[in-house]
DNA sequence: GTTCTTTCTTGATTTCGATCAAGTGCTGTT
DNA sequence: AACAGCACTTGATCGAAATCAAGAAAGAAC
């Protein structure tokens, strides 16, 4: 098992070695491309994908087929739809390989399973709480450069993975705005 | 047991009559009076309250001490912080009782009774779902029109239980704008 | 290498909602 | 009834970000 995700568990709970070689024996290593995607619209997601190498996009299409992104992802990060895993509903968002990548692949089957041998896996519940980081965006009513800054601190290694445009659809601001704030921010 | 959350489990979930009378037997009514806070700042939640009549608002303390509101409630509906409820974490968020109220009120000790004596009580982890519409406003960048009309398909209740100023600060703009908004809306 | 494309930057202009400022109307209190 | 205190409306102005419009820079394809 790659070390990302072995940092990864220990961060986020406590596992036995013995947990760990269960979880191993479930655990489906993919070598994925640019452009793939893991989880189509109107798909149920019936499986979780921890992201070791490469990067990931959520999103949908707008009335005028436009992709807005509403997550982005890197290393380390579990790729899923929370809603539509915790609901058993098709999905609204698509999820995206947004660089060759390689990830593990988890089934709900198979966690039922681990924690059925394990009670340690309850601990994985926690990947099911939406990362709150997007409500609070709006909660707060973030200005662009406070919604930069927030990123920032939160995510940096996102920055480096995506290209501007990109990061400028996640935080509802165009790619002129965000140019300029960074502009403003690296003076400071 | 009031004829609102028969009404509203049955909506969400399959539940026999026996599964009414083991709640029935949990369940602390209460009457609140306007202003009294359910949810301190700093509190675990531990109940989850069930609003029979009356509302109640969500909201924190900006750093300039206005309060934010990031969720209304009316009749019908579950109070609790999704977040500190499902953490066991202190709350970021206060739930106050916006006018004189009747609730039921339900301990996490009492849902864990109740799962154990009747596996109908797991379809209440759909409460702990958080309402999408706070991440979807965020998703789509809404405009104040679209929001109050996002409002007036979803949750129209909330618009007579509350004055303007308070549907404003939930939606993230000013009583002005929401003025305007209304009188734009009530000529089409 | 050179060209073609895409991304990023920078400037000018526009636009929408916030802010500022009165004024109106409603409710409750004495 | 008279007043005080709010909630709401309406108008005028302001400002921040979107939009429009070139260019510059950086990659990708040949």
Redesign the interface.
């Known amino acids: 098992m790659e070390k990302e995700l072995i940092d990864h568990l220990n961060e986020n709970g406590k596992y036995s070695q013995d947990d760990f070689k269960l979880l191993e024996t479930e655990l489906l290593q993919l070598s994925l491309k640019e452009g793939e995607i893991i989880l189509k619209e109107k798909e149920v997601c019936s499986s979780i994908y921890f992201l070791i190498k490469g990067a990931a996009i959520q999103f949908?299409n707008d009335d005028t087929h436009n992709a807005?992104i509403?997550d982005l992802n890197g290393p380390g990060d579990w790729l899923l739809n929370h809603?539509s895993f915790?609901?058993r509903k098709p999905s609204e968002y698509i999820i995206k390989v947004y660089s060759d990548s390689e990830v593990y692949q988890l089934s709900i089957e198979s966690i039922h399973g681990l924690i059925a041998k394990s009670q340690s896996f309850f601990q994985m519940g926690k990947i099911l709480?939406?990362s709150?980081s997007?409500?609070e965006?709006?909660?707060?009513?973030y200005t662009p450069d406070q919604k930069y800054h927030f990123l920032m601190e939160r995510r940096p290694h996102l920055i480096q993975l995506f290209p501007q445009k990109v990061i400028a659809s996640y935080l509802?601001i165009t790619p002129e705005t965000l140019s300029r704030v960074r502009n403003r921010f690296s003076k400071t």
């Open positions: 949908y807005v509403v809603k915790a609901t709480e939406e709150t997007r409500v965006f709006f909660d707060h009513n509802k």
